[in-house]
């Protein structure tokens, strides 16, 4: 599962524009500049955008812990009896319960036992590419972790940046922030 973090970066480009637009109109909407309209559907249409954003992170979170749940509940190890498989010819039944004892490492790290051609129970002995498989596996239930908390945060962060934004359009600065600039008059006019 490739990282989040590329869609985080492009998310704070358009977090800092969102920030500085709605600052802007709002200032605009605090000393008349302008049209008082454009400004109110300006702010409207940017924290209905937010709101928008938040819910698509609730949803990529919710289905991020399922997938995560999933992962970390996996079908409970299997530990084959003795009479099992006893229909199934010699040749399926040490290839179905390699394929469980496979599965059952991969899934859980524990060594289960299986038939061999002998139809004897034996230990499974995990290959190189079987440890390869439980370290993939592990890798991403810590990487779903951490970006179940990054969507999150990111979530609850796309609501409250109308606060920043309103905050910011009330401070001492923003009049020399957004006050519009006027030519320079040139001193010696004459």
């Known amino acids: 599962m490739p990282s989040l973090m590329g869609l985080f ?15 802007r109109n709002l200032y ?9 309209w454009v400004g109110i559907s300006a702010c409207v249409a940017l924290y209905l955008a937010c709101a928008a954003v938040a819910v698509a992170h609730a949803w990529m979170w ?7 749940l999933a992962l ?28 469980l004892a496979r599965l059952t490492f991969e899934s859980w790290g524990e060594v289960v036992d299986y038939f061999d051609a002998s139809g004897k129970l034996v230990p499974y002995e995990p290959s190189q590419k079987d440890q ?17 908390f990054l969507l999150f945060c990111t979530g609850i962060g796309w609501l409250l940046l109308p606060l920043l934004a309103i905050s910011l359009a009330f401070s001492q600065q923003s009049k020399r922030l957004f006050q519009p600039r006027s030519a320079p008059s040139p001193r010696n006019a004459s």
Do not use: C, M
């Open 9 to 23: 970066g492009s998310e704070a480009v358009a977090a800092i524009a969102v920030v500085w637009l709605v600052a």
């Open 62 to 68: 919710r289905s991020a812990d399922r997938y995560l």
């Open 28 to 36: 605009r909407l605090r000393f008349n500049l302008g049209s008082k």
């Open 132 to 148: 390869q498989v439980r370290d993939a596996y592990l890798e991403r239930i810590r990487l779903l972790e951490s970006q179940l």
């Open 72 to 99: 970390q509940r996996p079908a409970p190890p299997t530990h084959l009896a003795s009479d099992w498989g006893s229909t199934l010819t010699a040749e399926n039944r040490t290839k179905h319960s390699i394929n």
